[in-house]
């Protein structure tokens, strides 16, 4: 009986490529550079990834004033724009990046 070796380099090699967990900063409250309450990490293992949500507050001189950050990790996330009365929240998403979310931080828009 003549045995031939199996020849691997003619077969075509299937890769499944799935995307790596990404590491989000969490933040209930974080102002001027500083998480003040809720600091921790969180895992998004494929959904939109890591949400930063700014809050600004519309002044008496016709501005909008950032008043705090919140950092999450969050499945639905879309970037947006969303006002309530004086209120206006900004939604940014991001992934692929570990920490993506780290504040950077501005003080008005």
């Not at 075509?12 to 989000?24: G, K, Q, R, Y």
Request: glycine share 8%; aromatic share 12%; hydrophobic share 30%.
């Amino acid at each position: 009986v003549k045995r031939t070796p199996i020849q691997l380099c003619n077969q075509p090699l299937l890769l499944f490529s799935i995307a790596p967990d990404t590491l989000c900063m969490v933040c209930k409250n974080f102002k001027k550079g500083q998480c003040l309450q809720g600091k921790d990490n969180c895992t998004m293992e494929q959904g939109p990834g890591c949400r930063t949500r700014d809050f600004f507050l519309f002044s008496e001189k016709g501005r909008w004033n950032l008043n705090h950050t919140e950092l999450d990790c969050y499945d639905f996330c879309m970037s947006s724009n969303y006002y309530i009365g004086a209120l206006k929240i900004s939604t940014f998403c991001c992934k692929g990046r570990d920490f993506c979310n780290k504040y950077t931080g501005k003080e008005k828009e």
